[in-house]
């Protein structure tokens, strides 16, 4: 079975702890219609990427 050969200290483990934190969720305003969407994502109200039509946009019924 393997043992530890020594003790981890408290700092050790913090700095090892220390990327394991949640990153914060980025929003960015989209320039056309002012609604916060995720970066390089498809904002899915008017169905555009990168200036370009991609999805079709299903109409309300």
Aim: avoid cysteine; proline fraction near 3%.
């Amino acid at each position: 079975m393997a043992v530890p050969r020594k003790k981890m200290s408290k700092s050790r483990i913090g700095m090892r702890r220390s990327g394991q934190k949640m990153q914060t969720v980025t929003w960015v305003e989209d320039q056309k219609s002012g609604e916060l969407r995720r970066p390089h994502h498809i904002d899915l109200k008017t169905g555009m990427y990168k200036g370009r039509q991609v999805l079709t946009v299903k109409s309300d019924a």
